[in-house]
């Protein structure tokens, strides 16, 4: 069975921090590995996608790692900003089921 | 531009009193999912529908039904709410699934509170 999960649950930084949240899964029998950011009460949106033979994705100052056989993401976020501040959550696509398995997120807060 | 819309966006029902949660989308998406995320909790899914469709996860209650009138539109029914159905149920679409490498969207979620 397909377990996801994020360290640090929260997280508390100053304006400016370059910053790196984990996750891991113990089954590496991924079609990909999703990263989602979820602001209080709202929906999930879609930061970065890593298919499963890649290694890495960018988008801005985010940047996402996948090492598959070591069931291991990272998500490096540079130069953090208050407006960072959400939960980030990280899910595996599972080959044996092609659904989503979520991690429970790590909170985070950038203060000024 | 919303491409997935949740309606309501907060819903107050009594113990037991049908509900009916409602989500549109406008990406012409052939795969839209129901996902219940408990407080502080991951999402959980609950069913999907791959066009016409209907996936049902094993540990889904019997109490939860969905619908799927149209490519656009997808309800999810709590037939008889409990109290341990309070959460927020988030609604999502994908062009298809993980395996081509397709992401979901998702919509803002409606909070859903059983007295």
């Known amino acids: 069975k397909q377990e996801v999960t994020q360290i640090p649950a929260a997280l508390s930084v100053p304006e400016g921090e370059n910053l790196v949240l984990n996750c891991s899964f113990t089954d590496s029998a991924i079609y990909n590995l999703q990263w989602f950011r979820q602001d209080p009460g709202k929906g999930l949106t879609s930061l970065l996608l890593?298919?499963?033979?890649?290694r890495e994705q960018t988008s801005g100052r985010l940047n996402a790692s996948l090492d598959k056989s070591s069931g291991r993401s990272t998500l490096y976020i540079a130069a953090s900003q208050p407006g960072d501040s959400a939960t980030y959550l990280c899910?595996?696509?599972?080959?044996?089921?092609?659904?989503?398995?979520f991690g429970t997120g790590t909170r985070l807060q950038v203060f000024p | 531009d919303a491409m997935v819309i949740q309606n309501p966006r907060y819903q107050v029902t009594q113990f037991g009193k049908p509900v009916t949660l409602s989500c549109s989308q406008t990406?012409?998406?052939?795969?839209m999912y129901w996902y219940q995320q408990k407080s502080s909790q991951a999402p959980k899914l609950l069913f999907h529908?791959?066009?016409?469709?209907?996936?049902n996860e094993a540990d889904t209650p019997d109490n939860f039904q969905s619908r799927r009138p149209n490519t656009s539109f997808c309800f999810l029914d709590i037939r008889s709410p409990g109290l341990g159905d309070t959460a927020m149920y988030l609604c999502?679409?994908?062009?298809?699934?993980?395996?081509?490498?397709?992401?979901?969207?998702f919509g803002p979620g409606t909070r859903l509170l059983v007295l």
């Open positions: 990406l012409n998406h052939n795969v």
């Open positions: 890593i298919q499963s033979s890649q």
């Open positions: 899910a595996v696509d599972h080959a044996d089921t092609d659904k989503l398995i």
């Open positions: 999502a679409t994908s062009r298809s699934t993980g395996l081509a490498g397709e992401t979901q969207y």
């Open positions: 529908y791959y066009d016409k469709d209907f996936n």
